[in-house]
């Protein structure tokens, strides 16, 4: 959750190396230091630093000294927290949704809308907030799914209309988040800067991009300090390219966790991995494919192992298509195609012959078809991999550096491993 996000392989595999680093920044520091004299514990082998490596720069926590394993880094008392329960408690806020006098209606918002207004009518308060040191730590814009303009849907859906159409439900849902939030704001006298629909795309970018989970809270608390840690996925149980279902590993932690501790009333963040002097210190934030991270937190990872593409049911040959159902229609970041559709090409080019023989080995999971037919399902997997690489777009030079590119680039990185690891079957 840093401020570019920049993946940690700017430099080593842990971020160790990532280029230069400054140390805390003003703002941090005093975000700091706040923190601490109202109670919060951040742990003194940790900082939070600007990692600069190629050009470009990102904030990140980085390990001053060896941590252990489940070692506690960052304790967070509820009330230093924005969240659901927060806006709650605003004397302001309960005001405004109860509306003024005997017949008022009562003002019915989202939580996320109620979050959303409560970010944006703290910062209206300017130095009054009690969170306002840590206001100035946050990203001042986001390259969300929000912020795309047109030209960057209509790059999408190119060669990817599911990605195209996910990013314009995200702003149409935004848009009527929007005018659900309206009454509210208005009921608060938030001034026109603040009640924009540019400054509620920036406190729902916040939410989206910066909250961290919550038992029994769906929108989740943005929590100072903690909301500076970087991601880094947990190990995708290896999938193989084999017949059988995917081989699968017990996950292995690789980052920190972070937890609301009902008992203390302190949201906390442990690490689940020792961790040197000098390696970044990350949190994962869930199973996350690229086209998630990129529509919620504005960056996509080169390597991803949560990573998928979607193959629409349409770029499917006839044959084939009505033996794979959509949700099991996509490829692995590795290439390795999903069971689900690895099993609808075997279904698909059975002869008639055959499929007394085959279908119910194939469709009850039981092991290998003869070679004949394997080798068909592969060729026939080939063939369609092979006419959608060929359908993908190719960034001119002045754009490739635009996220919406780094995503596309994502996506052909794993039609490139499928077929290489096709071609070297045949």
């Known amino acids: 959750m840093g401020a570019l996000h920049e993946e940690e392989r700017e430099g080593d595999e842990d971020g160790r190396n990532a280029g230069k680093s ?22 003194d082998g940790i900082a939070c630093v600007e990692f600069i490596s190629g050009g470009s720069s990102y904030r990140g926590v980085r390990a001053v000294r060896d941590l252990a394993k489940d070692e506690l880094l960052v304790s967070i008392p509820e009330p230093l927290l924005l ?38 009518h703290e910062a209206s308060k300017g130095g009054a907030s009690s969170h306002r040191i840590y206001l100035k730590t946050l990203p001042s814009a986001f390259d969300n799914f929000l912020y795309l303009n047109t030209g960057d849907v209509d790059e999408l859906g ?44 920036w406190a729902v970018s916040c939410i ?25 996925p947990m190990l995708q149980p290896v999938t193989l390219w084999n017949i059988d279902h995917a081989d699968e590993q017990e996950e292995t932690a690789v980052a920190g966790e ?23 210190v990350f949190l994962t934030y869930g199973r996350l494919t690229n086209l998630d991270l990129f529509g919620l937190y ?26 794979v159902p959509q949700e099991g229609s996509f490829l692995h970041a590795n290439g390795c195609p999903s069971f689900e559709l690895m099993r609808g090409f075997r279904l698909g080019v059975l002869k008639d012959k055959e499929r007394k023989r ?40 002045q754009v490739k550096e635009r996220l919406v590119w780094q995503w596309m680039a994502s ?14 079957m045949s």
């Open 83 to 120: 969240s659901v329960r927060s806006a709650k408690r605003d004397p302001d806020i309960q005001r405004a949704v109860r509306g003024a006098g005997p017949f008022a209606t009562r003002i019915e918002v989202t939580d996320q809308q109620l979050l959303a207004v409560h970010l944006l």
């Open 208 to 232: 989206q991009s910066r909250t961290m989970f919550m038992d029994g809270d769906r929108v989740g608390c943005l929590t100072p300090y903690g909301d500076l840690h970087n991601h880094r």
């Open 258 to 280: 972070g937890f609301f501790d009902e008992a203390q009333q302190r949201y906390q963040l442990v690490t689940r991995v020792p961790l040197s002097a000098g390696q970044q």
């Open 158 to 201: 190119t060669s990817h209309v599911h990605a195209a159409r996910e990013a314009a439900q995200s702003k149409a849902q935004f848009l009527e988040s929007f005018r659900g939030a309206q009454p509210l704001m208005r009921a608060l006298n938030m001034p026109d800067k603040l009640s924009s629909l540019q400054a509620y795309r």
């Open 411 to 424: 996506q052909r990185r794993i039609l490139e491993t499928c077929l290489a690891h096709l071609n070297s």
């Open 358 to 397: 085959w279908a119910h080995v194939i469709l009850d999971d039981r092991g290998v078809v003869e070679d004949d037919c394997e080798t068909r399902a592969v060729a026939a997997l080939r063939t369609m991999v092979g006419e959608l690489l060929d359908g993908e777009t190719h960034p001119c030079e």
């Open 22 to 43: 400054a140390p805390e920044t003003g703002s941090i520091r005093a975000l700091r230091e706040h923190l601490v004299e109202r109670g919060a514990f951040i742990n």
């Open 298 to 323: 504005g960056f996509v990872l080169e390597d991803n192992a949560w990573d998928t593409l979607i193959i629409p049911r349409a770029r499917l040959p006839d044959r084939i298509r009505r033996h």
